[in-house]
């Protein structure tokens, strides 16, 4: 026998423990050995999917959050003012300062009312405080004029409206300062508006709101 031939069967010979040849072993072997590879890109494969399904999944989320910001944006501006009524009431004329925001806001407010508002802005507010003689006290940031009354701040529709209607003998009516939630003035309204008269340089309760 040469040395060929029993090389041959030296590697069809059987296991001693099984009747497997040496040669389908070795082969065993080598597909064990291609295992790890196979079962790494199997992984991969895996993570790849796993990876757009979270994202898809993140993608709904956020597009459901961002609708219910929108909606709920809207829904506070909606809350806050009431669309705008025909402009056929009477004229008011508001003096502000050009970088006031709180007084355009107030502007707003009058216009959804139905009021006509014609703005003035000045760099100098105080000969306006001066002309219509509204105290240090009851000063507010925005000064306007309806017919032959003044009114000074934040006031709340409902006491210009008495005001039109009772028609009383002073010079206008006051909110005095900024408070807040009061109507063009952020935040939340903590406590009742007090608006006083003025009458002379001199206020005197007025009503409240």
């Known amino acids: 026998m040469n040395e060929n031939q ?5 590697k069809k010979e059987p296991c001693e423990h099984c009747n497997v040849s040496k040669e389908t072993i070795e082969k065993l072997k080598e597909s064990a050995n291609k295992k790890p590879e196979y079962i790494s890109k199997r992984e ?7 990876s757009k399904i979270r994202w898809q999944k993140n993608k709904k989320v956020i597009y459901f959050a961002a609708a219910i910001i929108l909606i709920a944006g809207l829904a506070f501006v909606g809350a806050k003012y009431i669309p705008l009524k025909s402009q056929s009431g009477p004229k008011i004329t508001v003096y502000l300062s050009p970088t006031c925001g709180c007084c355009r806001e107030y502007i707003t407010y009058l216009r959804s009312k139905g009021f006509q508002v014609e703005a003035k802005e000045t760099n100098n507010m105080l ?16 000064t306007a004029v309806i017919g032959d009354y003044v009114l000074e701040g934040h006031l709340p529709v409902k006491a210009i409206e008495k005001l039109l209607a ?5 010079d206008g009516i006051v909110l005095p300062g900024m408070p807040p939630g009061s109507p063009g003035m952020a935040g939340f309204k903590g406590s009742i508006f007090k608006v006083y008269s003025l009458k002379n340089g001199v206020s005197f309760e007025f009503g409240e709101w």
């Open 44 to 50: 991969q494969t895996e993570k790849e999917r796993l």
């Open 166 to 170: 009772e028609k009383p003998e002073i």
């Open 127 to 142: 000969p306006i405080k001066e002309k219509y003689n509204i105290p240090e006290s009851a000063q507010a940031c925005h």
């Open 6 to 10: 029993q090389n041959n069967n030296n």
